[in-house]
């Protein structure tokens, strides 16, 4: 039972409760009343100390689906933490007015120390280069519903390991599941961090390898994911302008590729992938946003106690 | 070859890594103890080689896990009426709180001051420890 809990990283739920969830989003995606209204009369506080379009908008649009409500704000000038409002209170006061926070702080851990002191459950939508659980239900929903299970696959992470939180939590995620190998694909600079490596995939067994060459691995791929070199992860500009080309997708790159290969990114994309690779029926990253939602409304629903 | 009096009542922490005794010395701010304390250093150890002691004459509250945390490999014998009545082998704490800070800039702990730093251990051979917040590793050696 998912309902009341709170999302921090991608391992809060177990197998379970993650096959419950895609399949309430499967069934959601294949019979758009399934669930609607189910949350009427309920309210989900978006609260987001740092600026976000996809995932504040995915959450609000499914909550308005569910047929409830949303409050909050978009960016930490208009929320009383610009005055000095301590995270511990702003969480405290919110859970007076909403059902449930989702938020998205700069700050890592930010989401796990919020529900310390939330009456409501909390959902965390990104906090800093470290978790974003709701990406990896997407990106798990999404490998599910394109290949048929999310075990058993050689999936690449190509791009910023190091600051990329979708990818962290989802080689957590992941790792969930049996028999699956995974393949870091990054300059030395932005490799995968090494509590991952060391606690999870070690520890755990988990099959992994690294390299900085794209070319020599895309063709033992069954999913890539591909992640932007994110600016506001640096404090230095000359590393990020050094970095940030590292790896481009392009059509001729992916002749080496298999043809049942899923290419994946969290967006937004910046020039990672060339444009032209948009029309290849193996570009999955649009079809990913609307998994998403429809995973978003399975979540809300579930932690309201509304499925 | 010094001779020490054995203490009645109190605390010995022995088996301290030659040159760890002082900082356990300060940390339990026995140097304005109202009581004596004897605190040996390089004393011969066949297991290893010299050691440090410190035999405290009184019964004091010790926080285990940070002593732990300076050196896993100390003991604390209690001392009852001259005997030895309890012998407490430390190891690594598997969790300590406000001892290990975090030094993450992006870390939650940064910012919002009323939070506990809160380490896990990670690597017991390596002595790692991983901030529940942010996952950032930090060595016990850090602390010490």
Redesign the interface.
């Known amino acids: 039972m998912l309902k009341g809990r709170h999302l921090i990283e991608p391992r809060d739920f177990d197998v379970q409760e993650l096959d419950r969830l895609f399949a309430l989003a499967q069934r959601v995606e294949e019979d758009e009343a399934y669930l609607r209204d189910s949350c009427r009369g309920r309210i989900l506080a978006t609260l987001f100390f740092e600026p976000s379009t996809r995932t504040r908008l995915s959450f609000e649009a499914a909550m308005m689906r569910l047929g409830g409500s949303c409050v909050g704000f978009a960016e930490p000038g208009s929320s009383s933490t610009a005055k000095g409002e301590?995270?511990?209170d702003t969480v405290r006061t919110v859970g007076c007015y909403a059902d449930m926070i989702a938020m998205r702080?700069?700050?890592?851990?930010?989401a796990?120390?919020a529900s310390r002191y939330s009456t409501v459950p909390v959902v965390n939508a990104g906090?800093?280069?470290?978790h974003h659980p709701t990406q990896t239900l997407t990106d798990l929903h999404t490998i599910r519903s394109l290949r048929g299970s999310v075990a058993g696959l050689t999936i690449g992470f190509c791009g910023d390991l190091k600051f990329g939180r979708t990818v962290h939590s989802l080689v957590k995620g992941l790792s969930l599941y049996p028999g699956n190998r995974m393949v870091f694909i990054s300059p030395p600079e932005l490799r995968v961090?090494?509590?991952l490596t060391?606690?999870l995939l070690s520890r755990d067994g988990g099959e992994y390898m690294e390299t900085d060459t794209l070319e020599d691995v895309i063709g033992d791929l069954d999913v890539l994911y591909v992640t932007r070199v994110q600016k506001e992860r640096f404090f230095n500009e000359e590393d990020y302008v050094r970095l940030k080309d590292s790896y481009v997708l392009t059509k001729e790159k992916l002749r080496r590729a298999k043809e049942s290969l899923i290419i994946m990114h969290p967006l937004p994309r910046v020039n990672e992938i060339a444009m032209e690779v948009d029309a290849d029926p193996r570009a999955a990253y649009f079809r990913q946003a609307k998994y998403g939602m429809y995973i978003r409304m399975a979540l809300i629903a579930s932690i309201l106690g509304a499925a | 070859m010094l001779n020490i009096t054995k203490i009645q009542n109190g605390i010995v922490i022995d088996h301290i890594h030659a040159g760890q005794g002082l900082k356990i010395f300060n940390w339990l701010g026995l140097g304005a103890a109202p009581y004596t304390v004897a605190f040996v250093v390089n004393a011969e150890s066949v297991r290893m080689g010299l050691k440090d002691i410190i035999k405290i004459d009184n019964e004091i509250a010790l926080d285990l896990a940070v002593l732990g945390l300076l050196d896993p490999d100390i003991t604390v014998n209690i001392i009852q009426h001259g005997d030895i009545t309890r012998k407490i082998s430390l190891a690594l704490p598997e969790r300590v709180e406000n001892v290990l800070i975090c030094r993450?800039p992006?870390?939650?702990?940064?910012?919002?001051q009323?939070?506990p730093h809160i380490f896990h251990l990670?690597?017991a051979a390596m002595g790692?420890y991983?901030?529940?917040?942010?996952?950032?590793?930090r060595g016990a050696g850090d602390f010490r």
Do not use: F, Q, V, W
Not at chain 1, 105 to 110: F, H, L, N, T, V
Not at chain 1, 127 to 130: A, E, Q
Not at chain 2, 131 to 137: F, G, K, L, R
């Open positions: 301590s995270l511990a702080s700069p700050k890592e851990g930010a796990l120390l906090d800093g280069g470290h961090p090494e509590y060391r606690d | 993450n992006r870390c939650i702990t940064a910012t919002e009323y939070a990670s690597d790692l991983r901030c529940e917040y942010c996952d950032e590793m």
